[in-house]
C-alpha cells in the first residue's frame, strides 16, 4: 500500500528556510516521481519541484527555482524539500505526490491531473 506522510512545516519568517520531509512506504524511491506541491487559499494547486532518484533527473518551478532543493534518501525511502529565503507568498499547504515510474521530472509530473498518490499535506505559513 502506497503511503506518503508529509512532515516539516510552520511558521517561519520572510527569508527564513524550512525544510520538508516526505516519508515514503508501500514502494521504492527507485521507481516512481516524486513531486511537491502547494495550494494557497482560494488557488489551484502547483506543482512546485520534482525528482527521479532512479533517473537522476530534478525540476523545478520558477518561482523557486534558486531556492528551494528537493532532495532524496533512499536508506530512509524519504525525499525532503528545503526552502530557503522564504517569502510571504510561499504560504500554503505543501503536498508531495507520487507518480509510478521510472519517469523523468517534467510538466506532466508537475500537473495534479498526472498524480497517482497524495499524501495529506503540511502547512507552511512565511509571515512577520
Known amino acids: 500500500q502506497v503511503q506518503l506522510v508529509e512532515s516539516g512545516g510552520g511558521l517561519v519568517q520572510p527569508g527564513g528556510s524550512l525544510r520538508l520531509s516526505c516519508a515514503a512506504s508501500?514502494?521504492?524511491?527507485?521507481?516512481?516521481?516524486i513531486s511537491w506541491f502547494r495550494q494557497a487559499p482560494g488557488k489551484e494547486r502547483e506543482g512546485v519541484a520534482c525528482i527521479s532518484s532512479g533517473l537522476g533527473n530534478t525540476y523545478y518551478a520558477d518561482s523557486v527555482k534558486g531556492r528551494f532543493t528537493v532532495s532524496s534518501d533512499h536508506a530512509k525511502n524519504t525525499v525532503y524539500l528545503q526552502m530557503n529565503s522564504l517569502k510571504p507568498e510561499d504560504t500554503a499547504d505543501y503536498y508531495c505526490a507520487a507518480i509510478p515510474g521510472p519517469r523523468p521530472c517534467t510538466t506532466v509530473t508537475m500537473t495534479p491531473s498526472f498524480i497517482h498518490y497524495w499524501g495529506q499535506g503540511t502547512q507552511v505559513t512565511v509571515s512577520s
Open positions: 508501500g514502494f521504492t524511491l527507485d521507481y516512481y516521481a
